[in-house]
């Protein structure tokens, strides 16, 4: 079950949904409740070998902006 990313229209904020069965008609804004939301294109990973790996190519993932963590390994 994918997870998305989310912006709202109206208030300006930026969420996460998991979205279950790729149907995202009726996902609301948790700030202001609006259904005016738009799907954002992410980046998104995949582990192999026990190591995170980004479809981006960049060198850092997401949960360590500075290049080194011990979620990915690096």
Same mark, same amino acid.
């Given at each position: 079950?994918?997870?998305?990313?989310?912006?709202?229209?109206?208030?300006?904020?930026?969420?996460?949904?998991?979205?279950? !069965? +790729?149907?995202?008609?009726?996902?609301?804004?948790?700030?202001?409740? $609006?259904?005016?939301?738009?799907?954002?294109? @992410?980046? /998104?990973?995949?582990?192999? !070998? +026990?190591?995170?790996?980004?479809?981006?190519?960049?060198?850092?993932? $997401?949960?360590?902006?500075?290049?080194?963590? @011990?979620? /990915?390994?690096?």
């Amino acid at each position: 079950m994918p997870i998305y990313e989310f912006t709202c229209r109206k208030c300006g904020e930026t969420f996460e949904e998991l979205v279950l !069965g +790729g149907r995202i008609e009726g996902i609301k804004c948790p700030r202001c409740q $609006s259904e005016e939301v738009e799907k954002l294109m @992410s980046a /998104c990973a995949f582990k192999s !070998g +026990g190591k995170f790996v980004s479809s981006s190519g960049g060198t850092a993932c $997401s949960s360590c902006a500075g290049g080194t963590c @011990s979620t /990915c390994g690096r």
